[in-house]
């Protein structure tokens, strides 16, 4: 959310001058952090585009033998209450909730790059009236904003994108918005405007870029918000429709069996959860990595 | 010397358990807290929930037995003229509202009419068609006059729907207090609603109108109920097992076992009437085909679904027109449908759906073999009925159904989405009812003059609309028995409806709490037998 | 290295109104009363349009959702879903003014606002004024006691783990994204059943007991401690940095000194703004946890509104909400004033 990170505290340690292809790959490697997040990205991405790679169960197959199974070799995630296999479930679900959560997020962020840029760039007349907008859709509950899109359109994969984008968009185009007005103000626009240099170009070549950086890391971030908001609009029974495997879905189902079947509840919560510090964790690291390469 | 010891005996062994020494419990302080999942918006009404509150506080003409039979409440005798159009009452003597207006014929009147003006859609529906007028012949005698005899009638209004409130209150008060605090004649008053958290009812120290079948001869054994509204299933049970609540409403099938061996005491009530069944729009779509709707019908394994889901604690209910618990149930119709792949297959073929698509599912000429499945998720189908639904569909894919499921949200049920034959091919609901009159609600024709928005399957027959009508107004049980019968394997030889559970009414009460009951004609909890047992 | 100054980090963001945020290449204000005048009445008069905004949008998406009113609330009464007759529907029609042109029912709903009459529930028959006024209040107290909870969180976390050996910071960055990850209905009930459940420290059903609110406030103040986190952890770290930091630090005084005294309140800032939004957020939180817990509130009584499409109750509390977000902001502004010195003098 702000504009510089420094890395490390002062510390006293001076950095060799290696090649910066070879100081980025030990950088990655004294972080742990980074390797584990990109490893779980891949298994996100893999079971997303090829589920089937990761497990030959059919996630909707009933077993009525083998209901409320504990996790076991057979069933590593144990099973649901008509006995199919949770770990499919999860990795088939991986596609429609890795979706939700990208899909809100790029809908979002487009929706917020348009009104903050609007909202700060433009005439005077329109400005005003861009940040009225966003300030009304602030005030306007997401909840609500959700509810009645699935009341009008259904709940759908989709609709969900769409309630939980537009709830999110207001506040990046606020966060947008100030970082373009803040570029706008400062010292060095203000010198480039004093030497005669074309509105336009400045506009394009210092105010965007600048505003647009620290949208990596929230758009890293808002995927994982996403995906927990869509889990709680399941959880009020506007999720996808059963018999998706959807996380949310899969949270809201095992609402019945949390003393009994805990893994049902707790599993899905796990997934939702990784998922979000994966993208968050990767969205930090793209940020500082392309603001140490401005350096 | 004999005879008086005679007497003297036999009087003493007549007093059985039924009678409580009144003196013996005092009720002074103590409050029972009750957890129940739904809150209406008002205590009264037609909808089931606010049956079940209503109850409480209101008291109707009789009360329902464990076999279906009407007994005394606050009508001590009823009887049916010859030609059966005219039913008289008698209420019993010296009843008051807690507001002090006498229980009386008039009042009794005032509130026939005003369930009919609107006053209470349900009770409206169980009544029109035969319900002409009521008089106050005098005091304490009604008349009710019918256009068509009703021998049922008096099981009928045992129903919370008809539940007697003070003629002054529904005349002089504004809906606002109606809605939020009835006077009735009841055992327990409405007292304060605290929206969104409790309701709470305090007793009638003045009760005398308890029916045949109370338990305790007067009024009520505890001081108060705090009747909580938690929406949770699992908060409920854990809220049972801490202790921080007496009694619970609808118990998850899997909580059932554990809270029996912790010492809790489990009632279930199996609904009569319509049980949770799909019944097949055969009006539109592929079930207009009757071999289609048996094909569907041999590919599911309902029995197993349903005892895996329910943990065996939820009914299976082969039926599709009418629950097990109801009066005059044939047990036989629907049983013929089983697990039966390549029979299902084989319906298929003679119907034309023979061609296959990628994905496996049947077509015929091209076009999928599609059924679409909305349910009102959360109100009318609960979380584990949303599971025997999945499996439902899952199953029938084997054969090639690709079966579409909506979970519909309230606003749009409400709205009347999915109740155009176009727009559904099976629908699932319940629909409480004593006895088997349920029939005529749900099959009876749709005409233009007498629309039938009830009539779920959008089927039109005459002859099963002839034996439901033969039904209702037999005088001789057997008779009635016979063909309600004949209309229950109507529908089920021609599948027009297969059964899948029956509903339950369940409650889980503390060890400390005894005499807690669930009245016999829709379900829900009796409280004014229930006292401390320390 | 980008291109502001460093006297500009601290204005991360916004200013309620849209305005140009105040810089060195602004104009210089000839009469400050007249200017700080004028911007109050201009921040009072945004404040009404979004108020107007956002009511005229929750009366026109609720007029958008499918289906006829008058026989959805038939419905509900009734409790079974069919197709209704007009005679059956005409009572409703008439005591609701439900068959008067959406205009008509419009500019009726307005006039009622602006007398502060927000109409009366088709379920209940009373004032929606009352309804909110009895259900409001338990969310407030849920959503004070939430922002209270993440707040103190978040602040000791962050004060502890930020700008420490790396392994140090990569927890404490990693406890945040977590935490700020975690689905409230999944955090809530693993709280339930492991301590009032399991351990019985907290009541299962809150209701009004003072104990009964620290649970469902925790469900919602964990995540929001974590996402708060993230951005004061950066601004924390970065703030560290800062000239002023070192000079302290030369000065003599400790590090717990320099981070509580100094460096805390230039990190709170974004969290501050934060905060704002924070309000909002909660409502929707406060649905799932009220249900969880039964607790009373707003968000149930908004969820079942929608469903039952009781507009006046839903607009009602759209009106309600706005309302209060934009009082928030109005004291955030505040805030980053009282915060931040240097923003005193530009304003």
């Known amino acids: 959310m702000s504009t510089e990170t420094v890395d490390s505290p002062p510390s006293g340690r001076i950095e060799r001058d290696r090649p910066s292809r070879q100081r980025a790959l030990t950088r990655i490697a004294a972080r742990p952090g980074l390797i584990l997040a990109t490893v779980f990205a891949a298994l996100f991405v893999l079971a997303a585009l090829a589920p089937g790679a990761l497990t030959r169960t059919d996630p909707m197959a009933l077993d009525l033998g083998h209901s409320l199974a504990a996790p076991s070799l057979a069933h590593p995630f144990g099973t649901d209450e008509q006995g199919r296999d949770l770990f499919a479930r999860v990795v088939h679900g991986t596609r429609l909730s890795l979706g939700i959560g990208l899909g809100a997020a790029a809908v979002s962020l487009a929706l917020a790059v348009v009104l903050g840029s609007v909202a700060s760039l433009g005439p005077r007349w329109l400005r005003a009236v861009v940040s009225r907008l966003i300030e009304i859709q602030f005030a306007f509950p997401t909840l609500l904003l959700a509810l009645l899109l699935v009341a009008i359109t259904g709940p759908s994969a989709v609709t969900q994108v769409f309630a939980v984008a537009i709830g999110t968009a207001p506040g990046y185009a606020r966060m947008i918005r100030g970082q373009i007005l803040q570029a706008k103000g400062s010292a060095y626009v203000e010198a480039a405007l004093a030497l005669g240099h074309p509105q336009g170009a400045i506009v394009r070549r210092h105010v965007l870029p600048n505003a647009v950086r620290p949208l990596v890391s929230v758009f890293a971030m808002s995927i994982g918000q996403s995906i927990v908001w869509a889990s709680s609009l399941a959880f009020l029974g506007l999720g996808v429709a059963p018999p998706s495997p959807e996380w949310g879905a899969l949270l809201d189902a095992g609402r019945l069996y949390i003393v009994h079947a805990p893994w049902l509840t707790v599993v899905p919560g796990l997934v939702i959860v990784v998922l979000a510090v994966v993208a968050t964790t990767l969205g930090n690291h793209l940020r500082l990595a392309l603001e140490r390469g401005e350096r | 010397m004999t005879v008086t010891a005679l007497a003297a005996t036999l009087s003493l062994a007549a007093c059985g358990d039924d009678t409580k020494d009144l003196a013996a419990a005092d009720p002074a302080g103590k409050t029972l807290v009750y957890a129940h999942q739904q809150e209406p918006s008002c205590v009264f009404g037609g909808w089931i929930e606010q049956a079940y509150l209503s109850y409480q506080v209101l008291d109707s003409l009789t009360s329902l037995d464990e076999n279906g039979k009407a007994v005394p409440w606050l009508a001590t005798a009823w009887k049916q003229s010859a030609d059966g159009l005219t039913w008289t009452f008698t209420l019993k003597d010296g009843v008051k509202f807690t507001d002090g207006t006498p229980v009386d014929a008039k009042a009794v009147v005032k509130n026939f009419d005003y369930w009919l003006g609107g006053g209470n859609s349900t009770a409206k529906v169980w009544l029109q068609g035969y319900y002409e007028k009521a008089v106050a012949t005098s005091a304490d005698t009604v008349q009710i006059q019918l256009s068509k005899p009703y021998p049922q009638f008096a099981e009928t209004v045992s129903q919370g729907y008809f539940g007697i409130q003070s003629a002054q209150a529904l005349s002089k008060r504004s809906d606002e207090d109606n809605c939020q605090q009835p006077i009735g004649s009841g055992a327990f008053t409405v007292q304060q609603w605290n929206r969104g958290q409790d309701i709470v009812l305090k007793r009638n120290p003045n009760y005398t109108s308890w029916p045949a079948n109370a338990k305790v001869k007067g009024p009520a054994q505890i001081e108060t109920i705090d009747w909580k509204f938690v929406p949770d299933a699992t908060t409920r049970a854990t809220a049972l097992k801490t202790g921080e609540v007496d009694a619970i409403y609808d118990v998850s099938s899997i909580d059932v076992q554990p809270l029996q061996d912790a010492g809790f005491t489990y009632e279930k009530y199996v609904t009569g009437g319509r049980p949770q069944a799909l019944t097949f729009n055969t009006q539109e779509g592929p079930f207009r085909d009757e071999n289609v709707r048996k094909a569907f019908a041999y590919s599911l394994d309902r029995k197993a679904l349903v005892e895996a889901v329910g943990h065996g604690v939820i009914p299976f209910e082969p039926n599709g027109s009418v629950s097990q618990a109801t009066t005059d149930y044939d047990s036989t119709a629907g049983t013929q449908y089983g697990l039966d792949v390549s029979k299902a297959g084989a319906l298929l073929d003679k119907a034309g759906w023979t061609g296959r698509d990628g994905d496996g599912y049947r077509t015929k000429n091209g076009k999928t073999l599609e059924v679409v499945l909305p349910y009102s998720a959360g109100s009318i189908i609960n979380a584990e009925g949303g599971s025997i639904l999945q499996g439902v569909a899952e199953q029938a894919k084997g054969t090639g159904f690709k079966v579409k499921l909506i979970p519909v949200p309230p606003s749009e049920a409400f709205a009347g989405a999915y109740t155009k034959p176009s727009e559904r091919d099976i629908y699932p609901g319940y629909w409480t009812s004593i006895g088997s009159g349920i029939l005529y609600i749900n099959w009876r024709q749709s005409t233009e003059k007498l629309p039938n928005g009830n009539n779920a399957a959008f089927y039109n027959s005459p002859e099963l609309e002839g034996y439901i009508l033969k039904a209702n107004s037999a005088k001789d049980p057997a008779v009635r028995k016979q063909y309600y019968s004949k209309a229950q394997r109507f529908i089920a030889d021609k599948a027009l409806a297969i059964g899948l559970y029956d509903r339950l009414s369940t409650l889980a009460v503390s060890p400390k709490v005894a005499d807690v009951w669930q009245e016999h004609s829709q379900g829900g909890p009796v409280f004014h037998d229930a006292h401390f047992t320390d | ?347």
Request: glycine share 10%.
């Open chain 3, 1 to 347: 290295m980008t291109l502001t100054s460093p006297t500009d980090r601290s204005i991360l963001t916004h200013d309620a109104t849209g305005s140009p945020v105040p810089g060195p290449a602004g104009p210089v204000p000839r009469r400050r009363s007249l200017v700080v005048g004028l911007g109050v009445l201009r921040r009072l008069g945004a404040a009404l349009i979004t108020l107007w905004g956002a009511a005229t949008l929750a009366f026109f998406a609720q007029m958008a959702l499918p289906g006829d009113r008058a026989t959805t609330i038939f419905n509900i009464r009734a409790g079974q879903a069919i197709e209704r007759t007009p005679e059956e529907l005409a009572p409703i029609n008439q005591a609701f003014g439900l068959q008067h042109p959406v205009l008509v029912q419009y500019l009726d709903y307005l006039g009622g606002l602006l007398r502060g009459d927000l109409g009366t529930s088709y379920q209940q028959f009373r004032p929606v004024t009352a309804i909110i006024g009895e259900q409001f209040p338990s969310t407030v107290v849920l959503g004070l006691t939430a922002i209270l909870f993440a707040w103190i969180l978040m602040v000791l976390w962050v004060t502890l783990t930020a700008g420490r050996p790396a392994w140090v910071r990569s927890l404490g960055a990693f406890v945040d994204t977590a935490t700020a990850g975690l689905p409230h209905y999944w955090i809530g009930i693993l709280l339930l059943v492991v301590f009032a459940a399991g351990l019985g420290w907290f009541p299962v059903i809150s209701a009004d007991k003072p104990s009964g609110i620290v649970l469902p406030a925790l469900t919602l103040a964990i995540p929001l401690a974590g996402f708060l986190g993230q951005s004061t952890r950066t601004e924390f770290e970065s703030t560290l940095g800062q000239p002023f930091v070192t000079t302290a630090r030369l000065r003599g005084l400790g590090d717990a000194t320099v981070r509580l005294r100094h460096v805390l309140r230039h990190a709170l800032l974004p969290a501050v703004t934060l905060s704002g939004w924070a309000i909002g957020a909660t409502l929707s939180g406060a649905v799932i946890v009220e249900s969880l817990y039964s607790r009373r509130g707003i968000g149930t009584v908004l969820v079942n509104a929608v469903n039952q499409q009781d507009l006046p109750v839903v607009t009602g509390i759209v009106v309600l909400v706005a309302a209060i977000y934009v009082v928030a902001n109005l004291l955030v502004d505040a805030l980053y004033l009282v915060l931040d010195p240097r923003l005193r003098s530009q304003a």
